[in-house]
């Protein structure tokens, strides 16, 4: 698959209450075709209504938005024939059989029966439901559910998919087999709008994320971009003996040191022009490294630095935006 710059949502000052609570305040939101953007935030902030304004499900108090060109609000019935929504709590029956459930939404998206079966089977194998086709879904386990919800929303072939909390309550092991599918999905050129409350999921999957908060976009970036916005970052460098390393701390009087381990700490970003650097200091002074590592913030500093919460359930300050790009 060829990469493209075309933009598959872009979304300008999307507003909206409910009574006097504001729930977004003026977003915009651009999303390449073939990429996974992540919205991130705290409870409250705004993701699933952006979703739900997205995925039509909802109208805007204000602002515009498109899906491949189409306006939401003017052509709402082509914007769903190129999505598809993976909501927060899986929307499988039960009481069907992993097929019957593939084969009722088939229906609903009206394949013919010919092509509707054999999409049914396309999926199952996909997602490694071919075995327990014709067991109830309430045998399932939680991420036998939420392959079949996500295999449910790909009955269409959608362009675009909205995943809301997609591994929610997943195990460490469901969860990584997820993320292999999301990335597979893209891998064909799909686009996935992600909200996710496990910030390491954003990390490992997202080609850009956005921070909202209290209905505001406070940063936006690549992962990389987001963590060089938050001090903190280091490099440790490692020596063979105590003369490189008081050699290194004379060279380097901003580093802490660390006699025992023969290390020192030196603040940095990380970045390609910040260790040629370092390091050409090093040469300069004839000072042998025997190891390096770099270490920067991850998403969780990010999120704690910007909104001001470890993690979701605490209030929010205002702040300003912030902005990587």
Same mark, same amino acid.
Do not use: C
């Given at each position: 698959m060829t990469s493209s710059t075309k933009p598959a949502i872009v979304a300008t000052d999307l507003r909206k209450s409910y009574g006097d609570k504001v729930v977004l305040d003026g977003i915009d939101l651009m999303i390449t075709e073939g990429t996974i953007f992540a919205l991130l935030g705290p409870n409250g902030a705004g993701k699933t209504t952006t979703v739900q304004i997205l995925s039509t499900l909802v109208n805007a108090d204000g602002g515009q938005a498109r899906v491949f060109g189409h306006d939401l609000q003017r052509n709402p019935d082509a914007v769903r024939e190129l999505i598809g929504v993976?909501?927060?709590?899986?929307?499988?029956?039960?009481?069907?059989?992993?097929?019957?459930?593939?084969?009722?939404?088939?229906?609903?998206?009206?394949?013919?029966?010919?092509? =509707?079966?054999?999409?049914?089977?396309?999926?199952? %194998? &996909?997602?490694? $439901? /071919?075995? !327990? +086709?014709?067991?109830?879904?309430?045998?399932?386990?939680?991420?036998?559910?939420?392959?079949?919800?996500?295999?449910?929303?790909?009955?269409?072939?959608?362009?675009?998919?909205?995943?809301?909390?997609?591994?929610?309550?997943?195990?460490?092991?469901?969860?990584?087999?997820?993320?292999?599918?999301?990335?597979?999905?893209?891998?064909?050129?799909?686009?996935?709008?992600?909200?996710?409350?496990?910030?390491?999921?954003?990390?490992?999957?997202?080609?850009?994320?956005?921070?909202?908060?209290?209905?505001?976009?406070?940063?936006?970036?690549?992962?990389?971009?987001?963590?060089?916005?938050?001090? =903190?970052?280091?490099?440790?460098?490692?020596?063979? %003996? &105590?003369?490189? $390393? /008081?050699? !290194? +701390?004379?060279?380097?009087?901003?580093?802490?040191?660390?006699?025992?381990?023969?290390?020192?700490?030196?603040?940095?970003?990380?970045?390609?022009?910040?260790l040629r650097s370092l390091l050409d200091q090093l040469d300069r002074a004839s000072i042998t490294v025997a190891g390096l590592s770099v270490h920067t913030p991850d998403l969780d500093d990010v999120f704690l630095t910007l909104t001001g919460q470890p993690d979701t359930r605490a209030g929010r300050p205002d702040h300003e935006r912030a902005s990587a790009r």
């Amino acid at each position: 698959m060829t990469s493209s710059t075309k933009p598959a949502i872009v979304a300008t000052d999307l507003r909206k209450s409910y009574g006097d609570k504001v729930v977004l305040d003026g977003i915009d939101l651009m999303i390449t075709e073939g990429t996974i953007f992540a919205l991130l935030g705290p409870n409250g902030a705004g993701k699933t209504t952006t979703v739900q304004i997205l995925s039509t499900l909802v109208n805007a108090d204000g602002g515009q938005a498109r899906v491949f060109g189409h306006d939401l609000q003017r052509n709402p019935d082509a914007v769903r024939e190129l999505i598809g929504v993976t909501g927060q709590f899986s929307a499988v029956d039960n009481l069907l059989t992993g097929r019957e459930n593939l084969n009722l939404m088939a229906d609903l998206r009206h394949l013919d029966k010919a092509s =509707g079966r054999r999409r049914t089977d396309e999926l199952l %194998d &996909q997602f490694d $439901l /071919a075995d !327990a +086709a014709d067991k109830p879904v309430s045998t399932y386990s939680g991420g036998m559910r939420r392959r079949l919800d996500l295999a449910m929303t790909l009955v269409g072939e959608p362009r675009v998919i909205f995943l809301d909390e997609p591994t929610t309550g997943l195990d460490p092991r469901s969860r990584r087999a997820m993320w292999e599918i999301i990335r597979n999905l893209v891998a064909e050129g799909v686009t996935i709008l992600l909200t996710t409350q496990y910030l390491e999921e954003a990390d490992q999957l997202a080609d850009r994320v956005a921070f909202l908060d209290h209905g505001r976009l406070i940063a936006e970036g690549t992962p990389r971009e987001l963590k060089r916005l938050i001090p =903190g970052g280091h490099v440790v460098l490692q020596f063979a %003996d &105590q003369e490189g $390393l /008081a050699s !290194a +701390a004379r060279a380097l009087p901003v580093a802490s040191r660390d006699d025992a381990a023969l290390t020192l700490q030196v603040p940095s970003d990380g970045g390609v022009g910040a260790l040629r650097s370092l390091l050409d200091q090093l040469d300069r002074a004839s000072i042998t490294v025997a190891g390096l590592s770099v270490h920067t913030p991850d998403l969780d500093d990010v999120f704690l630095t910007l909104t001001g919460q470890p993690d979701t359930r605490a209030g929010r300050p205002d702040h300003e935006r912030a902005s990587a790009r």
